[in-house]
């Protein structure tokens, strides 16, 4: 079975609203076709990089070619965790948990996109938290990571409620543009400090080898 040669595919957190795993193909095909749908309002520009500017199909290539290549360059020392987010057996989106030499600097950081259906459910927030609650709780990370831009309200908003704190700023090029962004950092003594939903991790002792764990 695919889960004996790799084992994040037996990797399953629930919520309970929730359950994050990597998708299978058609499920992937269904993620990629929500995205297609549309991940923000038109005009928002919420990503540094900006794979939801083009066509339907063209933002539905984008999450398969990212899926599969998160999944091909996998290493110990560099790895990134995108996690389809269902709800029931809906696909709603897809929060990505990285990190780069996690075994030393017990850091994380987390993207994430819903789609626009979804958007104003408190979904993207437990998926956040089962995500982080992977990395904190089971883990073992000393603290996670993101990027917002100034202007995204939503998402400043959803960090600042998990309990992030101003950890500077990022400025960066897009085009002939410079897009500023608050780094926004979550503890674990902050992480463990609030309350939060109930979260199970199955499947993780088979892979814990592949996050250097």
């Not at 259906?117 to 996670?144: K, N």
């Not at 960090?159 to 500077?168: A, I, M, N, P, V």
């Not at 400090?193 to 088979?206: F, I, M, W």
Request: proline fraction near 5%; charge should be negative.
């Amino acid at each position: 079975m695919l889960n004996d040669v790799w084992p994040l595919f037996g990797l399953t957190i629930r919520t309970p609203r929730l359950e994050l795993r990597l998708p299978r193909e058609e499920e992937l095909a269904e993620l990629a076709q929500l995205a297609g749908l549309g991940v923000h309002e038109p005009g928002q520009r919420p990503f540094l990089t900006p794979w939801t500017e083009g066509s339907a199909e063209e933002r539905a290539r984008s999450v398969l070619q990212g899926h599969w290549d998160r999944l091909g360059a996998w290493e110990v020392d560099d790895w990134r965790l995108g996690l389809g987010v269902f709800e029931g057996d809906r696909p709603v989106g897809v929060v990505t948990l990285r990190a780069t030499d996690f075994p030393v600097v017990r850091e994380v950081a987390t993207t994430s996109w819903l789609g626009l259906a979804h958007h104003r459910r408190g979904l993207g927030t437990q998926a956040r938290e089962a995500a982080l609650s992977l990395a904190f709780d089971h883990l073992g990370a000393e603290a996670a990571l993101t990027e917002v831009f100034q202007d995204n309200a939503a998402s400043q908003g959803v960090s600042r409620k998990l309990g992030y704190e101003h950890d500077g700023i990022s400025r960066d090029a897009r085009g002939d543009e410079v897009l500023v962004s608050d780094r926004l950092r979550l503890t674990r003594s902050g992480w463990q400090s609030r309350p939060r939903p109930e979260v199970t991790v199955d499947g993780l002792a088979q892979c814990r080898s592949f996050f250097g764990a």
